[in-house]
C-alpha cells in the first residue's frame, strides 16, 4: 500500500483505484508527482518536464534539473511550500523564528511506514486498525533551526481516502511564533476545477455554492470561532464537466469545530493549490523549547466517477471509522422535542400529557428542551445555573414517568455559555470569555465560558455530573447558541491562541461527559446546524440539522447535507410549519434521524393516526436510511427536484425520494434508480409492478403527470424471487400519492 522507492526516493501511496507520489528531491524538498486514479508506474522526468531549465532559472534549480527530474522552486507541486523563499503561491507552515525572520524551510529528515494510523491529542480523530490502513510519517526538518515537522499521510486499503495530520517539534532553545499551520497541501495540474462548498447563515444553514477555480484565488473559511454558518468544513474540487455520477472530484473535510481556511488557487502556470489550515487570521501559537502543535486531520477522498463516490466514501468512512460503533447500527429512537411545541412555557403536568400523546403514537423518546434549570424561562438567563427549576418541573417525576411507560427521556444542556444574567456570572465572572479591555458583546443575552481553563472545563463538567449522575437520563441534546467575539481570557489577550485553546477544551469537556456517559446518545445542536462537522460527529452520532423545519427549505439544507454526511448523522424532525401535510414533512423528514417538534394535543385524530402509521414505515426503513449507499440523482439547487435514493448495501432495498418547488404539467418525466443490482428483480411500491433493476436503472419510473408545487413522494423498492409476471399498469404514471407511504 505504501512503497518507498530507494533508488529514486519516491513514495507511491495506493490502493486498487487510488494512487498518491510523493519525491523527495534532491535538495531534500518534498515533490507532489502525481494524484488520481492508480497508476502503477511513474515517470518523474515525464510528468515534471514542464519544469525543465527554460521555466526553472534558479541556479539551484539547474543542479535539480540535472538529476532525476526536473525541480523549479517557484512553480513545482510542493508537499509543504515554504514560506517567503522563491514559492509564492501560499505557504504551508510560517514560524516567526527568534530572530523575527518568518522564512521557513523544511527538508527530508527521515521517514516511516507504520500500520494503522497516528492519531493527533486532544483532538477528534479517525479511528483505524492497523488491517485497513498504513501511515506514512515523513519527518521534516528546518534547514537552520532545529524545528522538526512531521507529516502524517493515512491511506486507506479499500476506500480512496488519505488523511493528513501534521505536528509541529520545537526542538530549540528559543520560543517560536507559530503563525500558520496546514493540515494539507494538494499541488495537481489543473483540470478546469471547480470549488463546490456550502455556505449559510441561520435557518437557512447549507447551501451549495460552485465557483471556477482561478488565478484571482479563493478562500472558504469560518472565522466566527466555534457556532458558524458561514462555511462548511466540507468542500469538492471537481473537475468541470463532472457531475453527480462521472469525472473527477476530490472531497475534503477537516476533523475541527473552530476558525479553519481553505486556500484555493491557480498559479501562474495554470497549477492548482490548494491549502487547508487552522484559520490563520485568527491564529498564532507561541511554541516553548521541546512543546508541539498537531493540527486537526484533514481527509481527501478521490473519485473518478462523480460526486456521488465521494459522498459514498465520506458516508462510510463517518459510519465504520468517526462516529462511537455503539451507535452506528442501534436502532436510533424516534423523538419528540420540546422546543418548538412549548418553548419556555412548560411544566411537569404538560410534560407528562407529553409523554402520554408521545406514547399514543409510539414515539420512543421525550426530550425536555431549554427552560428546565436556574430562572430560565426566556433565553435571556441562567445558562451555567445548571440546578433544576424544581418550581417549574419535577425532573424525577417526568422522567420516571417516562421510563414506567417503556420511554426514553432526553434533555437539553448549553454547557459552554454563561448568561450575564445568571448565578454563575455573579459569582465567577472571570469565567466568561472576553476582553477585560472592551465592553463584551453579549449575543442572546450570553457571553461565552472561558474554556481554555481546565479549572473552568472542571467546573461546569461538575454541575453536568450533578444533573447526569442523579438522573437517569438517556439523550442529550448539547447546544451552542452564540459565536466568539472580542476574546480574551481575565488575565490573557492572546487571540491567536484563545480561538484554538477554546476548540480544545471543548473537546475536553465532551471528552468527559463521553467518558462517564457512554451510552447516553448525544446530539449536538448550534442554532440549528451551525457546528455541523467531523469533530463533533466524533463525540455525537446525531446532529440537529437546522431550526428550518419548513420542508421546501429542509429538502435543499438536507441534500446539500448529505454531500458530506450520512443521513443517519443529520437530525430532522417534523413541525407544525404549515407548509405541506404531515405525511409530505414526514416524508422529507423521514431521511435523517428522525423525530418531531410539536405539541401534540394540537393534531387532529387523522393526523394522529398518520403519525401512528408512519412511525411504523420509519422503523421499517430504519436500516436502510441510516446504512445504505446514498445516490444524488437530481439536485434541488440546479433544477425543480431534489430526488435520490439509498440502496441497502446487499442491495436487496431502496427507498427512492422526489420533491419538486415549482408546478409542472406535462412535462414527461422518469426517475431512474442508481446502484441496484441490474439483474435482480425488484417490486416497487409507487406502481405495485415488478421490473428488473436494469429496467429501472435505464428506463426509470415514470412520474410524468401534472405535478403540484411542493408534491413530496418516496417509494420502496424490494428484491423479489418470483417472477410476477410484468404488466403494463396503465395507471402507473397517475402518481399515487395516498399509497406512497
Ligand atoms: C437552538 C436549537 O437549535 C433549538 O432546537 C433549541 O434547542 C433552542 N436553541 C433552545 O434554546
Request: proline fraction near 3%; aromatic fraction near 12%; charge should be negative.
Amino acid at each position: 500500500m505504501i512503497d518507498f522507492n530507494k533508488k529514486t526516493n519516491i513514495f507511491h501511496l495506493h490502493n486498487k483505484e487510488f494512487s498518491y507520489y510523493i519525491g523527495i528531491n534532491p535538495l531534500g524538498i518534498l515533490i507532489h508527482l502525481y494524484s488520481g486514479e492508480f497508476l502503477s508506474e511513474l515517470y518523474p522526468e515525464r510528468v515534471t518536464e514542464r519544469y525543465a531549465e527554460r521555466f526553472a532559472f534558479l541556479d539551484g534549480d539547474k543542479e535539480v534539473c540535472d538529476e532525476s527530474y526536473y525541480y523549479s522552486e517557484l512553480s513545482s507541486l510542493h508537499e509543504c511550500a515554504s514560506n517567503l523563499k522563491a514559492d509564492r503561491r501560499g505557504s504551508f507552515i510560517t514560524i516567526e523564528h527568534h530572530n523575527n525572520s518568518t522564512i521557513t524551510d523544511f527538508r527530508y529528515h527521515s521517514h516511516k511506514i507504520i500500520k494503522g494510523k497516528v492519531n493527533p491529542k486532544g483532538l477528534p480523530h479517525f479511528k483505524a486498525s492497523e488491517n485497513e490502513c498504513e501511515t506514512l510519517i515523513i519527518t521534516l526538518k528546518d534547514v537552520n533551526e532545529e524545528i522538526y515537522l512531521e507529516l502524517n499521510y493515512t491511506l486507506f486499503k479499500d476506500l480512496n481516502v488519505l488523511i493528513r495530520s501534521n505536528k509541529l517539534i520545537n526542538k530549540t532553545s528559543n520560543l517560536i511564533k507559530l503563525k500558520r499551520i496546514s493540515s494539507l497541501e494538494l499541488d495537481i495540474p489543473n483540470k478546469d476545477y471547480e470549488v463546490l462548498s456550502l455556505h449559510g447563515t441561520w435557518a437557512n444553514d447549507r447551501e451549495v455554492e460552485i465557483n471556477k477555480v482561478t488565478h484571482a484565488g479563493m478562500i472558504i473559511d469560518e472565522n466566527h470561532g466555534a457556532r458558524g454558518f458561514k462555511h462548511n468544513p466540507g468542500i469538492l474540487l471537481k473537475e468541470k464537466n463532472s457531475t453527480l455520477d462521472y469525472g473527477e472530484v476530490y472531497g475534503f473535510n477537516l476533523v475541527y469545530s473552530g476558525n479553519f481556511k481553505y486556500e484555493i488557487g491557480l498559479d501562474q502556470w495554470d497549477q492548482v493549490r490548494l491549502l487547508a489550515m487552522l484559520n490563520d487570521d485568527t491564529f498564532s501559537f507561541n511554541l516553548d523549547k521541546n512543546e508541539t502543535f498537531e493540527t486537526p486531520e484533514c481527509v481527501m477522498v478521490y473519485s473518478n466517477s462523480g460526486i456521488n463516490k465521494v459522498s459514498q466514501t465520506f458516508h462510510d468512512l463517518i459510519r465504520d471509522n468517526l462516529i462511537e460503533k455503539e451507535f452506528v447500527k442501534k436502532e436510533r429512537p424516534i423523538l419528540i422535542n420540546s422546543w418548538e411545541g412549548f418553548y419556555f412555557d412548560f411544566d411537569t403536568n404538560r410534560i407528562k400529557k407529553l409523554i402520554d400523546e408521545a406514547k399514543e403514537v409510539n414515539i420512543d423518546l421525550v426530550v425536555l428542551d431549554d427552560g428546565w434549570f436556574g430562572k430560565r424561562n426566556a433565553d435571556n438567563s441562567s445558562l451555567g445555573d445548571w440546578t433544576v427549576n424544581n418550581e417549574k418541573i419535577n425532573l424525577k417525576e417526568v422522567i420516571d414517568y417516562a421510563h414506567s411507560k417503556d420511554m426514553k427521556f432526553g434533555l437539553w444542556v448549553e454547557p459552554e455559555m454563561i448568561s450575564y444574567d445568571s448565578d454563575l456570572y455573579r459569582a465567577h465572572p472571570e469565567f466568561a470569555l472576553f476582553n477585560r479591555d472592551h465592553k463584551p458583546t453579549l449575543l442572546r443575552h450570553q457571553l461565552v465560558l472561558d474554556l481554555t481553563n481546565d479549572e473552568v472545563v472542571d467546573y461546569v463538567f461538575d454541575k453536568l455530573k450533578n444533573i447526569f449522575d442523579n438522573y437517569p437520563i438517556d439523550y442529550c441534546k448539547w447546544d451552542f447558541n452564540r459565536h466568539l467575539a472580542d476574546i480574551g481570557t481575565f488575565d490573557n489577550n492572546n487571540e491567536g491562541e484563545i480561538y484554538h485553546r477554546f476548540i480544545l477544551g471543548t473537546y475536553k469537556l465532551l471528552s468527559k461527559f463521553k467518558e462517564r456517559y457512554p451510552h447516553i446518545l448525544l446530539e449536538t445542536c448550534s442554532a440549528g446546524g451551525g457546528r455541523f462537522d467531523l469533530g463533533m460527529l466524533y463525540y455525537s452520532p446525531q446532529i440537529w440539522c437546522s431550526d428550518n423545519t419548513n420542508p421546501y427549505s429542509r429538502v435543499l439544507i438536507q441534500y446539500a447535507t448529505n454531500i458530506f454526511y450520512p443521513l443517519s448523522t443529520i437530525g430532522s424532525h417534523v413541525s407544525a410549519d404549515k407548509a405541506l401535510s404531515i405525511q409530505d414533512k414526514a416524508i422529507v423528514a423521514a431521511f435523517g434521524t428522525f423525530g418531531y417538534e410539536l405539541d401534540l394535543s394540537k393534531l387532529s385524530e387523522e393526523d394522529k393516526a398518520k403519525i401512528v402509521e408512519i412511525n411504523k414505515l420509519i422503523r421499517d426503513w430504519h436500516h436502510i436510511v441510516t446504512l445504505g449507499d446514498y445516490y444524488a440523482i437530481s439536485s434541488p439547487f440546479e433544477s425543480n427536484f431534489s430526488t435520490f435514493n439509498i440502496v441497502s448495501k446487499e442491495k436487496k432495498e431502496a427507498l427512492v425520494f422526489n420533491f419538486n418547488f415549482r408546478p409542472e404539467q406535462t412535462k414527461g418525466r422518469f426517475i431512474r434508480v442508481k446502484g441496484l443490482d441490474k439483474n435482480k428483480n425488484y417490486f416497487n411500491s409507487l406502481t405495485n409492478d415488478v421490473y428488473k433493476g436494469d429496467f429501472y436503472m435505464n428506463v426509470g419510473i415514470n412520474i410524468s403527470a401534472p405535478i403540484k408545487e411542493g408534491m413530496t413522494m418516496m417509494f420502496v423498492l424490494k428484491e423479489v424471487n418470483s417472477l410476477i409476471k410484468v404488466v403494463a399498469n396503465k395507471k402507473a404514471h397517475a402518481v399515487k400519492r395516498e399509497k406512497l407511504m
